[in-house]
């Protein structure tokens, strides 16, 4: 029996695997591969009567308008800001969070800690940007109230008015909803460390802090690059809905993400080929994103994710 | 300086003793800032709506009333758009879960032929996604626009809870369906009676998950749906107060706040804080008790490929 018959034989033995798994595999191929094909809107001049067939192909045009485009660079610049600003402190936060809940004795305060800090996370975007205005509310907001209580200000700040705060508001909305959840994966990665590595530390007197240096950070190193690849990959798409929500007219120069321009060209201005190029820029540029950070992490041998 | 963090009180280190102080402040602090917001929205929900207006609600109702709620309920549109929530968050959750542990199922049968290019298959559209408006196209060809199965049928295929369900598969004895197979059990029995009643506690996850997702969804609604009353859901409705609350000046409470709607009883105010309780309390009520599980999915997701 020649390599081929084999092959056909092992596979008509599997056939309700197959049977399983073929009807999800043409789901797939609907909802995420076939959509690929409206990327050819992006070369084209699309009119939705005209059809992809009828449309007059203009090649790269839609990209060299796009850009020259200031309004769409600084989408991009706004996209990339928060974007890195979230990632960054969204990683600290959470690592420095499970460090020092680490080091927490009593069992009580820990679960509580542990179960309050999930909280956020599985609120909806809407609510905590409600929740987010609330507090800094120029009427009665939490914040004002607490800085002006303090004496730190006299009258009132409008944090969701003046563009040099935007970028903090998402920062820290990301944070505040974010941070317990991320730390997870941390506090699993710490209980996961030998503990005679922490009594070597000791004997050879490392005091709390440099055991949290030498041993524990070295321990979750791993778990982070790993992180820090799957989180780079997602990381454009992170910056919509806070954004979209809370950036009103006044902040768009600092608000609008390339997201909320593919959404504005396309939905709202009925230009879909601009709106679709813009759509691929963002996915080539995450997709260099992961990639690239993959391949650092292999260079500098960590595990990597491909 | 060494020294005087040694010097020892009892039997324990100086240091010791600050930095467990400092560090039990932190995780307080921590709890409060987590909690309050979500807690003073609880007690301008049950405040009465023009006693709201003048400030200062902290951590009770000053005046107790449930009529923002008995509004809230009354209302036709928001009665709708609960009933969206909850239908959207049964199916979605209920047929994600099935799918998911399918597809894993699958892909955890080390005999399958062509097993790794299936795997990638998946994996891909992970990082790979067509954006907003093909999507938009496709769902529109589909002829989904202002239907109700928008909310259900293209997100059914997660493969990050594929991932997770497969790592876990993966972890079971491979003797459990091997004498299963020997008894002549084929692949459904033995993915529908002895895999998954195993895969109780990942399912429990990748269940939350689902309903999360599907709970918090607000953007379909907006996309695709938006034409269309009788689809509206919780979370839209929420945004449709918070845009137009957003909208209607930078800042919603100076506008409102001034009081000049003193014939009103109910406020954008107190309607906002009891939609955000309505639209996130049942979800608040699950999830500590699914805690221990999620918690091992969450690490489950994270091991290597």
Redesign the interface.
Known sequence: MGKYQKTLKKMAGQKILYLMIVPCMIYTFIFSYYPLSGWIMAFQNYKPAKGYAGSTFVGLDQFMFLFEDIEFWRSVRNTLMMSVMNLAFSFVFAIVFALLLNEIKSLGLKRITQTVSYLPHFLSWIIVCSLVSNILSTNDGMLNNILMGLGLIDKPVLWLGEQKYFWWVTTFSNIWKETGWNSIIYIAAISGIDQSLYEAAELDGAGRFQKMWHVTLPGIKSTIVVLLIMNLGWVLNASFEVPYILGSGLLQDVSQTIDIFVLKYGMSIGNYSLATAAGIFKSVISLLLVFGTNAIANKLGENSLM | MKNFWSIRIGKHRL??LT??LV??I??LF??V??????W??IAVSFNDAQDTLR??ITFFPRVFSTYSYKSVFKNKLMATAALNSVLRTLLSTVLGVL?GS??A???S?R????RKF?TV??LV??????????????IKDLGMLNKFSVYVV?G??SVYNIVVIKSFIQSLPDSLTEAAMVDGA???RC?WQIVLPCCKSVLATVALWCA?GA?????DTF?YASGADHLTTL?YE??K???S???SG?????IY?NGQQVANTVTPTSI?AAV?IV??VP??IV??FL?KY??KG??LG?T??
């Open positions: 240091g010791d930095f467990h560090n039990g932190v995780m921590v709890v800032v987590m909690l309050y917001p979500f003073n929205t400030g200062g799918v399918l597809i199922y699958v892909l049968r005999e399958l032929v062509g299936i298959y998946f559209t992970m990082y790979i996604s067509a954006g907003l408006i093909p999507n938009y196209f496709l293209p059914l295929v084929g692949h459904f993915y999360v709970w918090n969804q607000w953007f996309l979370q929420m945004m107060l918070l845009s609350a957003m909208q930078r800042d919603l409470s100076s706040g906002r955000t639209a996130s979800i608040l999830y500590p805690q999620f918690v969450v690490t994270a290597k490929e």
